[in-house]
């Protein structure tokens, strides 16, 4: 058996929720039973969503974070293409939610062409 302090739920986490430190607290338990990966540090816990509901005194595990949704479903973004030395920007609607490095579809606001790219950051897309 190996003990260690590590991140545990101080409360009930409900699926979507975005983690803050107030969310966690440590606990010393025993590692070589948790059987999944799990957070082992309050930063890779903080900012994270999560996937699922967590309950009060439970390990953080990997499968169940995920990043921060950077773009929500009806926003306004940019969109960005680039060709070799040459930048374009147009605006542009969010068809879904994405997440930094995900592939979302953007609805072109002047031509109205419904274009695939990928989050680059809040409001930033990138066309493929």
Known sequence: MIYREIPVAAQDISRGQSLTEQHFSSALMNISSIRQGFADTPQAIIGREAKRNIGKGEVFKTAQLDSPTTIRRGELVTLESIAGSI?????????????LGQKIRVKNGSSERVISGVVKGQGLVQTL
């Open 87 to 99: 930048k374009v920007s147009s605006s542009g609607t969010a068809m879904s939610d994405g997440r």
